[in-house]
C-alpha cells in the first residue's frame, strides 16, 4: 500500500514569495491534516479535511495560508506572501476517520529567505 | 486545549540499554498514538495505543487513559533507535495535540 506522498520536498523561497505544497493522501483516507513543525518542536495541527470539507482550521493564520481539497482526495496549502518565521517542515498526514490513526508523509521543508 | 507533557526531554543511552519515555496528558482522550522521528524527519508509526498494552518487537506501549498518561519502553536499544520520540493525543473534541518529544540518542 502506497503511503502519503508530498511534494516538493525542499523549497526555498524569498520572503514575500508565494509558495504551494502538494499532499495525496493514502487512497481510501477521508481525513486528511497539515501540520506545520519548527525547528526542535512538535507538528502543530493547521486545518483537517473530512473528504473535501474543512473541519478544523482554527490554527491556520488565514491571512496567508489557504488549503483545498476539491475532489475529496489530493491536497494543497499555500502561503501567500511568506515570511521569514514560515520556514518549517510542513507535515501532511491522513487517516481513514477522524478518529483513526493517522500516517505521515515525509514532509516539505520551506526555508525563507 | 490539551497539553500533552512528555519527559524525560532529553536522554542518551548505551546501546543494549533499556529506558522508558513517558506521556501525560491533561484531559481525556479518545486515542493516542507513539511515533518516533527519525533523523531526516519522517514520522513513523509505533503504536495506536487509546488504552491498554501492545508489544511490537523490543517495543511495547502502555496506556492508562483513567489516570492520563502512557508509557513507551525501548529494550535493547540499538544506534538505529535515536531520533525524537512524540506522543500525540486525539481530545474529545477530534483535534490531535502532540507532545513536547523526547529526544533519544543511543551510541555505541
Known amino acids: 500500500e502506497a503511503g502519503v506522498a508530498q511534494s516538493p520536498r525542499y523549497k526555498i523561497i524569498e520572503k514575500r514569495q508565494s509558495v504551494a505544497f502538494w499532499c495525496n493522501p493514502i487512497s481510501g483516507h477521508a481525513t486528511l491534516y497539515w501540520y506545520q513543525q519548527i525547528l526542535g518542536q512538535g507538528p502543530k495541527l493547521l486545518i483537517q479535511?473530512?473528504?473535501?470539507?474543512?473541519?478544523?482550521d482554527s490554527q491556520l493564520p488565514k491571512d496567508r495560508f489557504s488549503a483545498e481539497r476539491l475532489k475529496g482526495v489530493d491536497s494543497t496549502l499555500k502561503i501567500q506572501p511568506a515570511k521569514l518565521e514560515d520556514s518549517a517542515v510542513y507535515l501532511c498526514a491522513s487517516s481513514l476517520a477522524s478518529w483513526g490513526e493517522q500516517f505521515f508523509g515525509p514532509g516539505t521543508r520551506l526555508t525563507v529567505l | 486545549g490539551i497539553q500533552v507533557e512528555q519527559s524525560p526531554p532529553d536522554l542518551i543511552l548505551q546501546e543494549g540499554a533499556n529506558s522508558t519515555l513517558r506521556c501525560n496528558f491533561s484531559d481525556s482522550v479518545n486515542n493516542l498514538q507513539w511515533f518516533h522521528q527519525n533523523p531526516w524527519g519522517q514520522l513513523i508509526n509505533l503504536f495506536y495505543?487509546?488504552?491498554g498494552t501492545k508489544q511490537n518487537g523490543r517495543l511495547s506501549a502502555t496506556t492508562v487513559a483513567t489516570e492520563r498518561y502512557s508509557l513507551l519502553y525501548i529494550s535493547s536499544s540499538q544506534t538505529t533507535d535515536s531520533g525524537v520520540y512524540f506522543c500525540a493525543v486525539l481530545n474529545t473534541g477530534n483535534q490531535f495535540y502532540f507532545g513536547t518529544g523526547t529526544s533519544l540518542t543511543v551510541i555505541p
Open positions: 479535511f473530512q473528504n473535501n470539507g474543512v473541519v478544523d
Open positions: 495505543i487509546p488504552s
